[in-house]
């Protein structure tokens, strides 16, 4: 009789289901970062004066960011309000810190920097911002605000880094950022990269004017107006200070002054050789001399002037100076002397210094925003910082599936698109660090690419500046197989017998993956993993002689592989046609062979030459179909060029229609399940086609605001990589197979995806005007009821298309009068009903669990699944029995007066539930709470000990009934 009772009880659970609306409302698709946290370029960094632990840092690409615990945790408070997300200036006014101007664009203009979008200003320290103008300035160099007029600022504007601008030069405000003023211009081709005011007389301002301009084939800094220029008045008037300063040709410049001398500022300035290096005015700018440093320190200080040149002074000793280009220095005599500092990472680009407390500092560099509270001597770490610029994705096959790049100024990189169970760097205090235990460096170095072997992940096909490597991630080894072996740094393009580019194009081929392409200006081919190369084609660029040239002038040469021009960029062989290769120059040319290399066509579409071609995808779908994007931002053309081949190339036309202007072309990717659902990565979003590129719309959900280097679709799985903002993954794309853009006029369930991970999502349209209404879920087997759920649904944001999610974890739930409903154990795996209930409309359809193969991998069966599923179920019910029993005793105490009642009540609770300690003895209901989380943590087969203390709980239980 009392084994009835419990069986009563039992089944009473589980048919007791929720029905309480969902008050969580989750967007139907959602991007998760997977990192690294392994922090990016930063450019522009500031601290608060009075509040020595908030800090600001604005990297290249990753937007702008805030600590208020020294470093230790990073938020970024850019996301939804900047239309770049690369930060060259960050201005504080200290007597009131709510209030920042920010100006966007970074200074350090390598071959990927990204184009600004003006000035932003916040009057609450981040929380909110408002676009404060000049948004066709480019890139912002410097930014001060008047220290005692908030809305008196100054903007020193480079300009436009790919062609010419007219908003270049020295700007001002006088209303707070509603207006600005252009106080001091030269010409289209020359801007201000750098601002100062003198700390004791703010209407004295010093500026630095610098001709700076990148081309794909060369880099050009320096020009006869550029130097250091002066007004007393505010920005009225200027002058060009030259006593004592190069009178040669002049590159970029920066200045620093400091509050314990006023009258004194710093340069270190880019100029012709021999005049070049750090100069010094103790009266205000109007005669200089320069400093004489040692050798090593001279030459390590004007390293790379056009993309490094800072300088900085101590608010508190005016001898006490920091030099930062890719070492940072630091001398406390004026210069005679110097140490090097040794920060978290090298190349450096910016430093403050608090001028109340001096050892309070942070550096930008390119490892991402460093904190020191000790002077330099140790600092706060990078590793807490998702702003990793990555060039390219690729992916391997194992489970779970990992994503590989090259990471600039790192290494290469590969991490899990979802974390192993176990972390021995896991905390709850979210520094960000969590997944460091699980990356790796694949060969190579930080241009990448990295692709993994198919059908063999711990095989890594690399790359470094032009030099191939196949390295073995069991062993730990790296084998070289340069092409050619020739240096790519300082070679004249005619010098140098292959011609590879920085982040070199390489292809593993989707039929064989021994075969690997590779491209300088021709096209290389291995049939044995790198060992042995031939070359498969001529010259597959247009390589016109006005382009071969020494990179950088007027001044300085700058010679790293980045701007050979005439060479190849993009190749991709067919899925479905072996020996159909695409290629793709970075000097605009398209070839494609059908034969595998023996015969070559030019196919380069219609449009204005010279554009990078930085993608190609050969479609999966159709062998004939090929897509390009095409980047001419670098000629000066921010065009969106997209375009698509249904004929082997002999024809191209423009699908770029809807993509937002200034958005210009990075990647696109052909889905493998559906034919014409494209996703094209531009350089501030992504976007979706579902007709083949006729029409686009926005598909930037959560991502923030961030070049799409590279797209891969994989196991029904978005993934994309960064240049600022590392990798992002968005999970079962199924519906996008099969949505289609016109309106539902009722309930539509999408047929969920084959699913084997720990929770199933359930995507559906509701008719187009829906507000404040309940959809209702019931899942079953067999006839059986598991689970069942309402959701409340609200009006959609324009950019989920319709589509709504909600989500089921695989357990079973039980109802609890009173209380939350009760996450019992998992279900094991098999097909499972879904029906779907909106107003009079319902749909019927099949969720199908699989064996997630993890788990078979390990030797786990289907049958173990079961059998754990089955006694984990009779421990829950045993658990909520005497939870239930308990309930009702103490509600019995609650209601007698009766004493010798009340005395019996209390006995009989003691023996099911434990006293209020901590280390009171467990007792029944204990004791199957333990067996209960035991029995369904893991999916596993259970032990023979489970079995058996469930008898003897049960019947422990029994005996009590």
Not at 483 to 490: P, R
Not at 774 to 800: A, C
């Amino acid at each position: 009789m009392k084994k009835c009772i419990v069986l009563t009880l039992a089944m009473a659970g589980c048919s007791c289901f929720a029905q309480q609306p969902e008050e969580k409302r989750e967007r139907a698709f959602e991007f998760k970062n997977v990192g690294p946290s392994r922090g990016g370029r930063v450019t522009a960094v500031k601290g608060v004066v009075d509040s020595t632990n908030v800090y600001y840092m604005g990297s290249t690409g990753g937007g702008l960011w805030k600590t208020i615990d020294h470093g230790n945790h990073w938020k970024n408070i850019s996301d939804g309000y900047f239309e770049s997300p690369s930060i060259g200036a960050i201005a504080i006014f200290q007597k009131n810190p709510n209030i920042l101007y920010v100006g966007t664009g970074s200074d350090g203009i390598r071959s990927n920097v990204i184009v600004g979008r003006g000035i932003y200003k916040s009057i609450d320290a981040g929380k909110t911002w408002e676009f404060s103008g000049l948004r066709n300035a480019g890139q912002i160099g410097g930014l001060e605000v008047h220290p005692n007029n908030p809305k008196i600022a100054y903007a020193a504007v480079v300009g436009q880094p790919f062609g010419k601008s007219k908003e270049r030069g020295v700007f001002k405000t006088m209303d707070g950022g509603k207006h600005w003023n252009n106080v001091l211009f030269h010409s289209d081709s020359v801007g201000a990269v750098d601002i100062e005011l003198a700390p004791n007389r703010p209407e004295i301002v010093y500026a630095t004017m610098w001709r700076a301009r990148r081309k794909p084939w060369t880099i050009i800094s320096g020009g006869a107006t550029d130097g250091i220029y002066k007004s007393v008045d505010g920005g009225k008037n200027w002058n060009r200070l030259k006593k004592g300063l190069p009178n040669a040709l002049t590159g970029k410049v920066d200045l620093a002054v400091s509050q314990a001398m006023p009258s004194r500022v710093w340069a270190q300035i880019q100029a012709a050789e021999g005049q070049e290096g750090i100069y010094k005015s103790d009266d205000y700018g109007e005669s200089w001399e320069k400093v004489e440093m040692p050798a090593k320190v001279h030459k390590s200080v004007m390293y790379r002037p056009f993309y490094f040149t800072n300088i900085d002074a101590n608010p508190q000793n005016a001898d006490n100076i920091w030099a930062g280009t890719k070492k940072l220095w630091t001398s406390y005599n004026g210069g005679k002397k110097w140490k090097e500092i040794i920060p978290p990472h090298s190349d450096h680009h910016d430093l403050w210094i608090n001028p109340r407390d001096t050892l309070f500092m942070i550096a930008g560099n390119d490892g991402g925003g460093a904190i020191s509270i000790d002077g330099g001597k140790n600092w706060s770490t990078q590793f807490n910082q998702p702003t990793a610029e990555l060039y390219s994705c690729n992916i391997d096959d194992q489970y779970p599936f990992y994503l590989y790049s090259g990471q600039q100024d790192n290494t290469t990189i590969r991490v899990p698109s979802r974390l192993p169970a176990q972390n021995v760097l896991n905390s709850n205090d979210g520094h960000g660090m969590e997944n460091l235990v699980f990356w790796d460096r694949v060969g190579g170095c930080e241009t990448g690419p990295a692709i993994p072997k198919p059908g063999d992940p711990n095989i890594v096909y690399s790359n470094c500046k032009g030099q191939f490597s196949v390295y073995n991630h069991k062993l730990g080894t790296e084998h070289l197989y340069y092409i050619g072996g020739e240096s790519l740094y300082g070679n004249h393009p005619e010098d140098i017998t292959y011609r590879f580019q920085r982040v070199t194009p390489m292809e593993v081929s989707p039929h064989d993956p021994n075969v690997v392409y590779y491209g300088s200006q021709y096209l290389h081919k291995t049939t044995d993993g790198g060992k042995n190369w031939e070359r498969i084609s001529g010259d597959l660029t247009e390589n016109k002689p006005e382009y071969r040239m020494r990179s950088g002038s007027p001044i300085d040469e700058d010679i790293s592989g980045e701007e050979y021009y005439a060479v190849l960029y993009a190749i991709q062989e067919s899925p479905l046609k072996k020996g159909l290769i695409w290629t793709g120059s970075n000097d605009g040319l398209i070839h494609v062979t059908k034969d595998g290399g023996a015969t070559w066509a030019n196919v380069t579409p219609g449009i204005p030459s010279g554009g990078r071609v930085q993608h190609l995808e050969a479609s999966p779908h159709d062998p004939a179909k090929c897509y390009a994007a095409i980047n001419r931002d670098y000629l000066g053309d921010e065009q969106t060029y997209f375009l698509k081949t249904e004929d082997y190339g002999n024809t191209w036309q423009r699908i770029d229609q809807g993509i937002s202007k200034g958005h210009v072309a990075r990647v696109l990717r052909e889905d493998p399940d559906r034919e014409g659902l494209l996703y094209a990565g531009t350089e501030f979003g992504l976007y979706l086609s579902f007709d083949d590129g006729a029409h686009w719309q926005s598909f930037q959900r959560n991502l923030p605001v961030v070049p799409v280097t590279d797209i891969q679709v994989f196991r029904n799985n978005l993934v994309l990589s960064t240049l600022g903002r590392s990798f992002w993954v968005l999970e079962d794309i199924g519906p996008l197979h099969h949505h289609s853009p016109e309106k539902r006029p009722k309930l539509h369930v999408f047929q969920p995806t084959p699913n084997h991970e720990s929770k199933q999502n359930i995507y559906f349209t509701l008719p187009e005007k829906v507000t404040d209404t309940v959809v209702k879920f019931q899942f079953s087997k067999d006839g059986q009821p598991v689970h069942s759920k309402d959701l409340k649904v609200t009006k959609l944001p324009k950019d989920e298309l319709g589509i709504r999610r909600t989500e089921w974890d695989f357990r079973w739930y039980f109802k609890r009068k009173g209380e939350k409903d009760f996450p019992g154990p998992r279900v094991s795996p098999g097909d499972y009903d879904l029906k779907i209930f909106f107003g009079q409309d319902s749909v019927h359809t099949t969720i199908h669990y699989g064996l997630h193969p993890e788990l078979k991998e390990s030797g786990v069966t289907l049958k173990d699944l079961q059998e754990q599923e089955k006694l984990s179920m009779k421990v829950t019910q045993l658990y909520l029995s005497i939870d239930r029993k308990i309930k009702m005793l103490e509600e019995q105490l609650e209601g007698t007066t009766n004493k010798k009642r009340k005395e019996g009540l209390r006995k009989r609770l003691t023996l099911l539930k434990k006293g209020p300690k901590r280390y009171d003895k467990p007792m029944l209901l204990d004791h199957v709470k333990y067996l209960m989380e035991m029995c369904s943590e893991e999916q596993q087969p259970l032990g023979r000990d489970a079995f058996e203390r469930f008898k003897q709980l049960q019947l422990e239980w029994e005996t009590m009934q």
